[in-house]
């Protein structure tokens, strides 16, 4: 992979304005973490500019220092809801609901195109069915900086995991890798199948 990893600096923005929603006092101690060249790439970006992976590999590592795991997990899996109710992503989750019926499965087969949405030339993702209720993400030819980063990852499995909040269901997601030989992840979803749908957020 040659070309420079971006990515949308709208998804950077939303993840940095769901901080100060879920905890301004926390929104504040990761902005006086950050360095200041890389708070002023995220604030001065256009939403839809592509920016370095960089600056969002940082903002998550700095997330994770000042809020602990399990608080930063949470606060991430929250933020699934707040990304789908924003112009960019909106359309995805109400085109999903019209072909697939809203039905979980189908929906998250189209995962691939809501990374390739937001990233660029980090990396491609495949959806891998295991049966009912399983399926992996797996994400190849990922950029070093992610690659290299066990809280980004972590952060990106409880991102998945909020799809599960939207269907309303219980379930799980297991992290393998990162291995950097290959440069590859995969996550692991599992969950009850029957009655899964995603739900649209609404604003309120």
Known sequence: MS???RMLAGFVQSALD???DFDCDLGREVRERLKRDTLRAIDSASPLALVSVDLDVELTECFFAVAGWER????LR?????SFDQPLLRPLLDGARAIFGGSLMKSLSWAPRVWNLIYRDA??????ERGPGR?????TDIPLAIGASRNYLAGSAATFA???DLAG???????EGPDLATRSAAFFLSWAEVGAALRVPRSA
Not at 135 to 139: G, K
Request: negative net charge; glycine residues 8%.
């Open 72 to 75: 930063a997990q949470a606060a």
């Open 162 to 164: 909020g799809f599960f």
């Open 3 to 5: 070309a420079t990893p």
């Open 135 to 139: 399926l992996c993400l797996e994400v």
């Open 123 to 128: 990396g491609e993702m495949a959806v891998r």
């Open 78 to 82: 929250e933020n699934v809801r707040r």
């Open 18 to 20: 769901a901080i100060d």
């Open 169 to 175: 269901v219980e379930g799980k997601v297991d992290l």
